[in-house]
């Protein structure tokens, strides 16, 4: 919702969505992933569970 954030799979792989991207995530089993902010502020994001 507001603020960037970086996406590291267990594989490795890193990817950065910005302010305001939408990101559709289908895999949910696996060892898991690390975020961190783009930006040195407080993060909001929304998770809806479809």
């Known amino acids: ?3 960037g954030v970086e996406i590291e799979t267990s594989l ?3 990817r950065q969505f910005q302010t305001g991207e939408i990101l559709l995530v289908e895999d ?3 060892k898991g ?3 961190r902010n ?3 502020k407080e993060r909001t ?3 809806i569970h479809i």
């Open 28 to 30: 949910i089993s696996g």
């Open 1 to 3: 919702m507001n603020g």
């Open 33 to 35: 992933h690390k975020t």
């Open 12 to 14: 490795g792989e890193i």
């Open 45 to 47: 994001s929304l998770f």
């Open 38 to 40: 783009l930006e040195k």
